[in-house]
Protein backbone atom coordinates (compact mmCIF):
# COMPACT_ATOMS: atom_id res chain seq x y z
CA UNK A 1 0.00 0.00 0.00
CA UNK A 2 2.95 2.39 0.88
CA UNK A 3 4.75 2.16 -1.95
CA UNK A 4 1.68 2.16 -4.16
CA UNK A 5 0.44 5.04 -2.64
CA UNK A 6 4.30 6.84 -2.77
CA UNK A 7 3.88 6.15 -6.30
CA UNK A 8 1.01 8.19 -6.85
CA UNK A 9 1.35 11.06 -4.90
CA UNK A 10 4.91 11.72 -6.42
CA UNK A 11 3.68 12.04 -9.14
CA UNK A 12 4.08 15.42 -10.62
CA UNK A 13 0.44 15.24 -11.49
CA UNK A 14 -0.65 15.11 -8.31
CA UNK A 15 -0.49 18.45 -7.25
CA UNK A 16 -3.69 20.63 -7.99
CA UNK A 17 -6.10 17.47 -7.68
CA UNK A 18 -9.23 17.45 -6.22
CA UNK A 19 -10.57 15.37 -3.44
CA UNK A 20 -14.41 16.12 -2.28
CA UNK A 21 -16.36 14.03 0.35
CA UNK A 22 -19.62 15.07 1.26
CA UNK A 23 -19.38 18.72 1.88
CA UNK A 24 -16.17 19.21 1.51
CA UNK A 25 -13.77 19.80 -1.04
CA UNK A 26 -9.63 19.72 -0.80
CA UNK A 27 -7.10 20.78 -3.48
CA UNK A 28 -3.59 19.13 -3.20
CA UNK A 29 -0.59 21.67 -2.49
CA UNK A 30 2.25 19.34 -2.82
CA UNK A 31 2.86 16.04 -1.43
CA UNK A 32 6.29 14.68 -0.17
CA UNK A 33 7.85 11.65 1.79
CA UNK A 34 8.69 13.65 4.23
CA UNK A 35 12.25 13.84 6.16
CA UNK A 36 13.34 15.02 10.15
CA UNK A 37 15.99 17.13 10.55
CA UNK A 38 16.97 16.73 14.41
CA UNK A 39 16.97 20.56 16.17
CA UNK A 40 19.75 19.28 18.49
CA UNK A 41 22.20 17.33 16.74
CA UNK A 42 20.94 18.17 13.07
CA UNK A 43 20.76 14.57 11.86
CA UNK A 44 18.54 14.30 9.40
CA UNK A 45 15.92 11.17 8.78
CA UNK A 46 14.85 10.37 5.65
CA UNK A 47 11.07 8.82 4.13
CA UNK A 48 9.27 9.27 8.05
CA UNK A 49 5.97 9.18 6.05
CA UNK A 50 4.02 10.20 3.18
CA UNK A 51 2.46 13.43 3.50
CA UNK A 52 0.01 15.08 1.23
CA UNK A 53 -0.69 18.89 2.17
CA UNK A 54 -3.68 20.56 0.87
CA UNK A 55 -4.47 24.29 0.15
CA UNK A 56 -6.19 25.18 3.08
CA UNK A 57 -3.34 23.82 5.41
CA UNK A 58 -4.71 20.28 5.93
CA UNK A 59 -2.96 17.33 5.52
CA UNK A 60 -2.97 13.73 6.05
CA UNK A 61 0.19 11.60 6.90
CA UNK A 62 0.39 8.17 6.54
CA UNK A 63 3.39 6.49 8.49
CA UNK A 64 4.79 2.87 8.60
CA UNK A 65 5.11 2.10 12.68
CA UNK A 66 7.46 -1.35 13.31
CA UNK A 67 10.39 -2.81 13.17
CA UNK A 68 10.10 -4.60 9.99
CA UNK A 69 7.83 -4.32 6.24
CA UNK A 70 6.20 -7.61 7.47
CA UNK A 71 3.35 -6.71 10.52
CA UNK A 72 3.85 -2.91 10.44
CA UNK A 73 1.59 -0.85 11.00
CA UNK A 74 0.05 1.57 9.56
CA UNK A 75 -0.46 5.04 11.43
CA UNK A 76 -2.81 7.54 10.05
CA UNK A 77 -2.97 11.45 11.11
CA UNK A 78 -5.33 13.61 9.93
CA UNK A 79 -4.91 16.91 10.73
CA UNK A 80 -7.86 19.77 9.03
CA UNK A 81 -8.28 23.57 9.11
CA UNK A 82 -11.86 24.68 9.83
CA UNK A 83 -12.24 28.03 9.44
CA UNK A 84 -15.99 28.00 10.71
CA UNK A 85 -15.81 28.08 14.18
CA UNK A 86 -19.12 26.81 15.20
CA UNK A 87 -17.63 23.94 13.84
CA UNK A 88 -14.62 23.97 16.56
CA UNK A 89 -17.37 22.43 19.49
CA UNK A 90 -18.22 19.50 17.25
CA UNK A 91 -17.06 15.99 17.74
CA UNK A 92 -13.74 15.90 16.01
CA UNK A 93 -14.25 12.49 14.67
CA UNK A 94 -17.22 14.20 12.97
CA UNK A 95 -15.65 17.07 11.39
CA UNK A 96 -12.33 14.80 10.42
CA UNK A 97 -14.41 12.50 8.55
CA UNK A 98 -14.71 13.88 5.24
CA UNK A 99 -10.73 14.36 5.08
CA UNK A 100 -10.66 11.23 6.37
CA UNK A 101 -12.26 9.16 3.93
CA UNK A 102 -10.24 10.63 1.23
CA UNK A 103 -7.18 9.78 2.76
CA UNK A 104 -8.75 6.17 2.87
CA UNK A 105 -9.85 6.81 -1.40
CA UNK A 106 -6.66 8.16 -2.16
CA UNK A 107 -4.75 5.01 -0.44
CA UNK A 108 -7.06 2.26 -1.11
CA UNK A 109 -6.04 1.34 2.19
CA UNK A 110 -9.44 -0.64 2.69
CA UNK A 111 -9.20 -2.18 -0.24
CA UNK A 112 -5.52 -3.38 -0.05
CA UNK A 113 -5.16 -3.97 3.30
CA UNK A 114 -9.05 -5.79 3.84
CA UNK A 115 -9.09 -3.74 7.27
CA UNK A 116 -12.33 -1.15 7.44
CA UNK A 117 -11.77 -0.27 10.87
CA UNK A 118 -9.23 1.33 12.70
CA UNK A 119 -8.10 -0.74 15.51
CA UNK A 120 -6.78 2.19 17.26
CA UNK A 121 -8.08 5.90 17.57
CA UNK A 122 -6.55 8.77 19.05
Do not use: W
Not at 45 to 65: A, P
Request: charged share 25%; net charge negative.
Amino acid sequence: MMNNLEKAILDPSFAGCLFSHANKTYKVAKADNFEYTDPIDGSISKKQGLRIIFEDGSRVVFRLSGTGSSGATIRLYIDSYEAEEAMHSLNAQDVLKPLVEIALKISQLRELTGRQEPTVIT
